[in-house]
Nanobody, 123 residues
Framework: VQLQAFGGGLVQAGGSLRLSCAASGGTFNSYAMGWFRQAPGKEREFVAAVTWNGMSTYYADSVKGRFTISRDNAKNTGYLQMNSLKPEDTAVYYC?????????????????WGQGTLVTVSS
């Protein structure tokens, strides 16, 4: 499956963005989906995950209550709604898919990755 993330941009602190992850070339609804991010000079970190059917979600503590992960299998698309953005949320955001049966924060559980989309939050 091929993934393409888009929707990043420049936003002021306190603002919102919605990232999308379009999937093609596979059976999207058979994969769990995750979002990860990598800030300049830092390692890639887990942001959020959702099961194949969208029924269960899991968030990093740093984004809990501000970000919402979801998916629309009919459209082969996943989403990350980001509210109350902070400068420390600035990073390249990646979507990923994997046939893990569990909600996972480990990048090794995801075999497919999008190219990343840059989110910049100004103070």
């Amino acid at each position: 499956v091929q993934l393409q993330a888009f929707g990043g941009g420049l936003v002021q602190a306190g603002g919102s963005l919605r990232l999308s992850c379009a999937a093609s070339g596979g059976t999207f609804n058979s994969y769990a989906m995750g979002w990860f991010r990598q800030a300049p000079g830092k390692e890639r970190e887990f942001v959020a995950a959702v099961t194949w059917n969208g029924m269960s979600t899991y968030y990093a503590d740093s984004v809990k209550g501000r970000f919402t992960i979801s998916r629309d299998n009919a459209k082969n698309t996943g989403y990350l709604q980001m509210n109350s953005l902070k400068p420390e949320d600035t990073a390249v955001y990646y979507c990923a898919a994997g046939k893990t049966p569990r909600l996972s924060r480990w990048s090794s559980d995801y075999g497919y990755w999008g190219q990343g989309t840059l989110v910049t939050v100004s103070s």
